[in-house]
């Protein structure tokens, strides 16, 4: 009965091979996320979908493509890995239904580039 | 440019007294404020948030915070730590017309027997 989970937890490539993340929401959610985390725990939002559409954007590098299937999905793909990806990966939903809500994070992927 | 600062690194208590994590925040229009906590090679979990009304919002596992608007504050307290709460606590803040949330760095909270 996972809220928000991830696959896979783990993940260690090398350098310039491309992977994908996938996370799903099972809590009927409009609005999913994706962020990262840095060695030094510092968390920072990449993307963020509302009903399958893009709605942020930071300044992520075009190597990293966010797609959507539907409203229970968001997957991450990342091409040409470098050293500096290595990082763990949060995908969080929220609803706005109602107003502004919680967001409810997964249990991350730890992704190590070598 | 709107922020959050979590002023410490680290954060030192004995099991049974209390506890205080500051946070700061600097945003324009009125903020959603909440707060994560992530236990060791585990994702966040929801604490508590303030929204609207009452300054002093209660949470999860006996943690609640204090909304102090003049000192743009969210200070996370517990009147009585346990060594099970020693994990890194972060505050977010929410801008009113965006639905990202912005962390500080995280505080670490570590509890002594």
């Known amino acids: 009965d996972t809220a928000v989970s991830q696959t896979p937890k783990y993940l260690v490539t090398q350098m310039g091979n491309d992977k994908s993340i996938k996370c799903e929401q099972n809590?009927?959610?409009?609005?999913m996320y994706w962020y990262k985390q840095d060695s030094k725990k510092f968390l920072k939002i990449m993307f963020s979908?509302?009903?399958?559409?893009?709605?942020i954007n930071e300044t992520v590098p075009n190597r990293f493509s966010p797609k959507s299937p539907d409203k229970a999905h968001l997957n991450l793909h990342i091409n040409s890995l470098e050293l500096g990806d290595s990082a763990v990966y949060f995908c969080?939903?929220?609803?706005?239904?109602?107003?502004?809500?919680?967001?409810?994070f997964g249990p991350g992927t730890r992704l190590l580039v070598l | 440019a709107q922020s959050v600062a979590q002023p410490e690194d680290q954060v030192n208590v004995a099991e049974g007294n209390p506890l205080t994590v500051k946070c700061t925040y600097s945003?324009?229009?009125?903020?959603?404020l909440f707060w994560y906590v992530q236990y060791p090679n585990r994702g966040l979990q929801f604490l508590l948030k303030y929204i609207t009304g009452d300054n002093l919002v209660k949470g999860s596992y006996g943690f609640e915070a204090e909304f102090n608007k003049s000192q743009t504050s969210f200070h996370l307290k517990k009147p009585s730590a346990l060594v099970s709460d020693s994990a890194l606590y972060f505050c977010a803040v929410r801008p009113f017309n965006t639905d990202k949330l912005i962390f500080g760095t995280g505080t670490r909270l570590q509890v002594f027997p």
């Open positions: 969080a939903s929220s609803t706005t239904r109602g107003g502004r809500e919680t967001q409810y």
């Open positions: 809590l009927g959610h409009d609005t």
């Open positions: 979908y509302n009903n399958k559409e893009l709605i």
């Open positions: 945003v324009s229009g009125n903020p959603y």
